[in-house]
T-cell receptor, first 110, second 113 residues
Framework: GQQLNQSPQSMFIQEGEDVSMNCTSS?????WLWYKQDPGEGPVLLIA?????ELTSNGRLTAQFGITRKDSFLNISASIPSDVGIYFC??????????FGKGTKLSVKP | DGGITQSPKYLFRKEGQNVTLSCEQN?????MYWYRQDPGQGLRLIYY???????QKGDIAEGYSVSREKKESFPLTVTSAQKNPTAFYLC????????????FGDGTRLSIL
């Protein structure tokens, strides 16, 4: 099945830094979702986006539905240690099932 | 608390054995899903059900079977025909169909003995 292109694959954060990641596709989507998964647990829904250009925040997290409807972005401001984990984007088109990216793994800088 | 409960947390399968993973939700959601997650991979859809007594194959249904006899329950059986069953299995539900946000359980890790 089709998958979304999520980048970066991994990144290291230092406490206090801002973090950005994105998800792109060659197809148009009607819904974008962002999830966070901690080791050994299920993904937890962070933000849902339903309209092109929409900008939605959830605490220090901000996500945007790209104007072209082919991409979405997630920003984390002033990162803290508990932000580490894997972040997944997921998109839904007019029909069919939810499509997931492969995830962005956030780790703490050694 | 409303949520999705998966059990067991860890499961071991012997060669030639069928095993069943449980998924129960009390969110009153119509739709339920099973995903498989392998290291470094996104989630791949195994089966989904939008209504009781009806379900559809996802992208990787071979070697798996499901039932949906009750709205709250969507068990997944990993059959002996699934030759590479070692993975993390995630169950999810959504209020209605796939366009609605899906909420996940905490997963079952299946390994081969």
């Amino acid at each position: 099945g089709q998958q979304l292109n999520q980048s970066p694959q991994s990144m290291f954060i230092q406490e206090g830094e801002d973090v950005s990641m994105n998800c792109t596709s060659s197809s148009i989507f009607n819904t974008w979702l962002w999830y966070k998964q901690d080791p050994g647990e299920g993904p937890v829904l962070l933000i849902a986006l339903y309209k092109a250009g929409e900008l939605t925040s959830n605490g220090r997290l901000t996500a945007q539905f790209g104007i072209t409807r082919k991409d979405s972005f997630l920003n984390i401001s002033a990162s803290i240690p508990s932000d580490v984990g894997i972040y997944f984007c997921a998109g839904h088109r007019s029909q069919g099932n939810l499509i997931f990216g492969k995830g962005t793994k956030l780790s703490v800088k050694p | 608390d409303g949520g999705i409960t998966q059990s067991p947390k860890y499961l071991f399968r012997k060669e030639g054995q069928n095993v069943t993973l449980s998924c129960e939700q009390n969110l009153n959601h119509d739709a339920m899903y099973w995903y498989r997650q392998d290291p470094g991979q996104g989630l791949r859809l195994i089966y989904y059900s939008q209504i009781v007594n009806d379900f559809q194959k996802g992208d990787i249904a071979e070697g798996y079977s499901v039932s949906r006899e009750k709205k709250e329950s969507f068990p997944l059986t990993v059959t002996s025909a699934q030759k590479n069953p070692t993975a993390f299995y995630l169950c999810a539900s959504s209020r209605q169909g796939p366009g609605w946000p899906q909420h996940f359980g905490d997963g079952t890790r299946l390994s081969i003995l």
